[in-house]
């Protein structure tokens, strides 16, 4: 069964800085690109940054430019999201998904709360 | 950015119903367009995938159709799990994006 479970999600103050990671199971980690994607009541879903199999390419919103960076340890099967200079409007529920091979967004974490206010 | 624009916003309707829900695209985008439903409180799940494939395990009362631009996804008998909101979202250029949502509601 494919499992993905965030951590590190909470309240933070704007300017400040929260890790979440992703840890996934039930599937060959190293295969698959992955995202995070977040939901908030005025944006929607978005997805916020891409990573390939072996982590050589990255992507992300032009929004977190700069102040998000994905990456991924495969020995760990793990994601992960460094999220700097937070701003109010980061908050959100981050999830991690998996990509399928169809490009799809196939499997979904529970998702983690980040709370961006002072 | 493609756009994605769902119609209606919201629905009611009764267990029983068939439903559609279209879904436009700013943009062509082939047929890399792919469904999701949310439960509330709950993380989105893929219903279907390539605009008419369905997701491993997703019940075959829920089908989708289109290419290009417009796409719809239909529930041909509504049942008591389906009230939630779904989502259209295209895989055909980056950044995907995903459209503002369809609540479908009990009437």
């Known amino acids: 069964e494919v499992q993905l479970v965030e951590s590190g999600g909470g309240l933070v103050q704007p300017g400040g800085s929260l890790r979440l990671s992703c840890e996934a199971s039930?599937?060959?980690?190293?295969?698959?690109?992955m995202n995070w994607v977040r939901q908030s009541p005025e944006k929607g879903l978005e997805r916020v940054a891409t990573?390939?199999?072996?982590?050589?390419?990255?992507s992300c919103i032009d929004s977190v430019q700069g102040r998000f960076s994905i990456s991924r340890d495969n020995a760990k099967n793990s994601l992960y999201l460094q999220m700097n200079s937070l701003r109010v409007e980061d908050t959100a529920v981050y999830y991690c998904?998996?990509?399928?091979?169809?490009?799809?967004?196939?499997?979904w974490g529970q998702g983690a709360l980040v709370t961006v206010s002072s | 950015d493609i756009q994605m624009t769902q119609f209606p916003s919201s629905l009611s309707a009764s267990v029983g119903d068939s439903v559609t829900i279209t879904c436009r695209a700013s943009?062509?985008?082939?047929?890399?367009l792919n469904w999701y439903q949310q439960r509330p409180g709950r993380a989105p799940n893929l219903l279907i995938y390539?605009?008419?494939n369905l997701h491993s395990g997703v019940p075959s009362r829920f089908s989708g159709s289109g290419s290009g631009t417009d796409f719809t996804l239909t529930i041909s008998s509504l049942q008591p799990e389906d009230f939630a909101t779904y989502y259209c979202?295209?895989?055909?250029?980056?950044?995907?994006?995903f459209g503002q949502g369809t609540r479908v509601e009990v009437k």
């Open positions: 998904v998996r990509v399928s091979d169809n490009w799809a967004f196939d499997y």
């Open positions: 039930g599937f060959t980690f190293s295969s698959h690109w």
């Open positions: 990573i390939r199999q072996d982590g050589g390419e990255k």
């Open positions: 943009q062509a985008v082939g047929t890399y």
């Open positions: 390539y605009a008419f």
């Open positions: 979202q295209q895989s055909n250029s980056r950044p995907p994006t």
